[in-house]
């Protein structure tokens, strides 16, 4: 009989596991700035590689012999899931190397807006004032980053590079929602799926030892081990709850790769940041009253 999927932690263990997995993931720009020689491309095939290595070997454990079962059993959906995934990993890599990482999570963080606008116009659910309000202030500070952009080199290619992973996210998410895909076999297909096509790309390696070893550890680290830390975290935590939590990355990410690699944001990121941030906050603060409230109504229903 295959091992079934750990009990679901309690409450506080969850929270402390949606902590680590942010901070893990802000990691990414920091790491990044000491790999010398290895393209953009490569850099998404060897983080990919050793991303979805872990997440087979995490399968394995979890469903033993069925783990093959449950990748099998995600069907068009799983690979269409695992694709977005794809998309998400190998445009997160390719913005780094083209603009700071402060644009880059910054323009990756408006993700929870996107999904709302996609559940909207794909799932019928009805969107808030409050995060109506958000979309408004978000695009004003995105537009306020793209207009730095605009004197910047790469950092408008980077900017639009970097946006692909929130629209992909968004897409993901309502593919989840409707299919109900196991989450963990959807990301090792996503790591497949970008193995193989950044590997054509990526030859001749020019990436030194070093830079393998950096970008095993993202894979490893990175990615591969927080993204089962979420997976596990978000059989608990409520998604606004891990949507607000998942803004530290955003926060921390360009702090580390301002102590680590010199790389300073520029004052129209910081501006436009902010206001992103605000945005953001405000909105998943907001619905997770809106959640708490429901829950006392039913409960006193």
């Given amino acids: 009989m295959s091992p079934t999927l750990p009990v679901p932690p309690r409450r506080a263990v969850a929270l402390l596991l949606m902590v680590v997995a942010p901070v893990l993931w802000s990691t990414a720009g920091v790491m990044t700035r000491h790999v010398e020689g290895a393209s953009g491309f490569e850099m998404v095939f060897w983080r990919s590689l050793f991303a979805g290595l872990f997440v087979a070997a995490t399968l394995i454990l979890w469903r033993g012999a069925g783990a093959l079962r449950a990748v099998y059993a995600t069907g068009w959906p799983g690979l269409a899931s695992g694709a977005l995934w794809a998309v998400m990993f190998t445009c997160f890599m390719l913005a780094l190397t083209l603009t700071s990482t402060a644009r880059t999570l910054v323009t990756m963080s408006v993700s929870p807006l996107f999904t709302a606008l996609a559940a909207l116009w794909f799932l019928r659910e009805p969107i808030s004032r409050a995060t109506w309000i958000a979309v408004v202030v978000a695009l004003f500070g995105m537009l306020v980053m793209f207009q730095q952009g605009l004197n910047e080199s790469g950092a408008l290619a980077g900017t639009l590079v970097a946006l692909c992973v929130p629209l992909a ?89 301002w102590w680590g690699a010199g790389e300073a944001p520029g004052g129209g990121t910081l501006l436009g940041g902010a206001l992103v941030l605000a945005a953001l906050a405000g909105n998943q603060v907001a619905a997770y009253g809106q959640s708490r409230s429901r829950s006392a109504a039913d409960a006193g229903g």
Avoid: H, K, T
Wanted: glycine residues 6%; positive net charge; proline residues 7%.
């Fill in 169 to 257: 996210s968004a897409f993901n998410v309502v593919i989840l929602r409707r299919a109900r895909v196991d989450l963990i076999p959807a990301v090792m297909l996503g790591a497949v799926i970008s193995v193989l096509v950044c590997l054509p790309l990526s030859l001749p390696f020019a990436g030194s030892a070093r830079d393998v070893a950096i970008l095993a550890g993202l894979g490893l680290f990175q990615l591969g081990f927080p993204c089962v830390l979420y997976v596990i975290a978000s059989r608990v935590l409520l998604a606004p709850e891990l949507a607000l939590l998942a803004l530290i990355e955003v926060v921390l990410g360009p702090v580390w790769a």
